[in-house]
């Protein structure tokens, strides 16, 4: 089957790190994306990873592992905005399969 | 340029009709995919379409139905409409099937009373 799994939820505090995990079983892989979406708004794209390792961007950096169907996404000197919905998703053959994403409240 | 535009915003229909929504892709892109989010199930795959062809379709009835014209501007429509068909439909649209990155529209908000 296929099956992508991520915390429900999560809170951290400002200022502090976060890293927010998934793993994933699906049949074809094309790549492993991380959308950010905030309540009552569209996702927006984050991060994007084809082959293992860590992709850094800013304050976010997403890592992969495809032997381990294993990723997470790690945000640095949290703010207050970064409270959202993190959406996990695999690109498989003519399709994307979401998680049912993670709601990170950052705290005063 | 301009983004993912969807059409209606919000809609409220009753049990038993039909709802046709609109998704007019980011200009010069052609892959066009559809999704429904609920608080429960998250984002589930509806559809994709490229170049007019359905390239793929989730696991959903025949109820639900899409298709894209020549300018890459796609429909999904939806016939005898269910209480559990309340959901935000999104669409998303990358220039080819096989790009890195989906844009998303804001979404239909749709009811069913």
């Known amino acids: 089957g296929q099956n992508i799994d991520q915390p429900t939820e999560m809170t951290a505090t400002e200022g502090a790190i976060v890293q927010i995990n998934c793993t994933y079983q699906?049949?074809?892989?094309?790549?492993l994306f991380w959308y950010q979406q905030h309540a009552g708004e569209a996702p927006t794209f984050l991060s994007y990873n084809v082959l293992d390792g860590l992709e850094e961007k800013g304050r976010f950096s997403s890592f992969l592992s495809r032997s381990k169907g294993y990723s997470y996404l790690l945000l640095k000197e949290l703010q207050m905005k970064d409270s959202a919905s993190y959406l996990c998703?695999?690109?498989?053959?003519?399709?994307?399969?979401f998680g049912t994403g993670t709601r990170l409240k950052v705290l005063a | 340029k301009a983004g993912v535009t969807q059409t209606p915003r919000y809609l409220i229909k009753t049990r038993g009709q039909q709802v046709t929504l609109s998704c007019s892709p980011i200009s010069g892109h052609r892959s066009v995919s559809w999704y429904q989010q609920t608080p429960g199930q998250g984002l589930q795959f509806l559809f994709e379409y490229f170049s007019e062809t359905q390239r793929n379709k989730g696991n959903f009835p025949g109820r639900f139905s899409g298709r894209q014209f020549s300018n890459s501007r796609s429909e999904m429509n939806v016939s005898t409409l269910e209480l559990g068909d309340s959901a935000l439909y999104l669409c998303a649209s990358s220039f080819r099937e096989t790009d890195t990155e989906a844009f998303f529209g804001q979404g239909t908000r749709l009811t069913v009373v």
């Open positions: 998703a695999v690109r498989a053959t003519y399709k994307y399969i």
């Open positions: 699906t049949s074809g892989f094309n790549g």
